[in-house]
């Protein structure tokens, strides 16, 4: 089964720039998050899509949004980039079966640069 | 969510075996406990998950002691390529917001 794919791996924007970054999740996954990872924070969760819906938001401000399609690909954008958005943007999907062992399976991640 | 406590780094060598050890004092009946691993810029890698005594898999192993407070996560034999950053979490992983990575072991291997 192929893994979680994420588009492009790498991207470089400057400043008030917008971007939109590209997940499709591994086939029969419905559930897909989004996180932010930097040196100075860590892995920091964005938010997370279930059945083209936002189940669940981190704490980052309107400026990053999302978007789950119907095959569950999804997509996110962040608009009016700033010097600090620059981090790896890690995709991952889930079976969400709601059962306790519900593992979480990553993509490789969208490295951003904002210049 | 139960907080997690891992040293930050760890060195070993070829060959050893590594264990490194994971407190989480306030884990709930219904959580899980995850280990990941994160080589740069790429995504975690889940490696092996538990709930109690022993589990084995092809890469690691994970022991936890009856009252699920600590986990070890076991390496057996690494080698240079085992050199990553490795991530325990616990909980009930139903929904993603409810997970959250600290700060992960850096885990050097020298040769």
């Known amino acids: 089964k192929a893994g979680v794919t994420q588009t492009p791996r790498y991207l470089i924007k400057t400043r008030g720039q917008q971007v939109t970054l590209s997940c499709s999740p591994i086939s029969g996954h419905r559930s897909v998050s989004w996180y932010q990872q930097t040196p100075g924070q860590g892995l920091q969760f964005l938010f997370e899509?279930?059945?083209?819906?936002?189940?669940n938001k981190g704490n980052f401000p309107g400026r990053f949004s999302g978007r789950q399609f119907s095959n569950s690909r999804s997509e996110m954008n962040v608009s009016t980039l700033e010097l600090g958005d620059s981090a790896l943007y890690l995709c991952a999907s889930s079976p969400d079966t709601g059962t306790y062992t519900d593992t979480q399976y990553f993509g490789p991640g969208t490295r951003l640069t904002v210049l | 969510l139960a907080k997690t406590t891992q040293p930050i780094s760890m060195d070993s060598y070829e060959g050893q075996e590594v264990n490194i050890t994971c407190s989480h004092n306030?884990?709930?009946?219904?959580?899980?406990i995850t280990w990941y691993q994160q080589f740069p810029s790429q995504g975690p890698r889940f490696i092996i998950q538990g709930y109690k005594t022993k589990v084995t898999n092809e890469v690691a192993s994970l022991f936890i002691p009856a009252d699920r407070k600590s986990s070890t996560l076991s390496l057996p034999r690494v080698s240079l390529s085992d050199t990553a950053v490795y991530y325990c979490l616990v909980g009930a992983y139903s929904s993603a917001s409810k997970i959250i990575f600290g700060s992960g072991t850096r885990l050097s291997i020298r040769p």
């Open positions: 306030n884990i709930a009946t219904n959580d899980y």
């Open positions: 899509y279930f059945s083209e819906t936002q189940r």
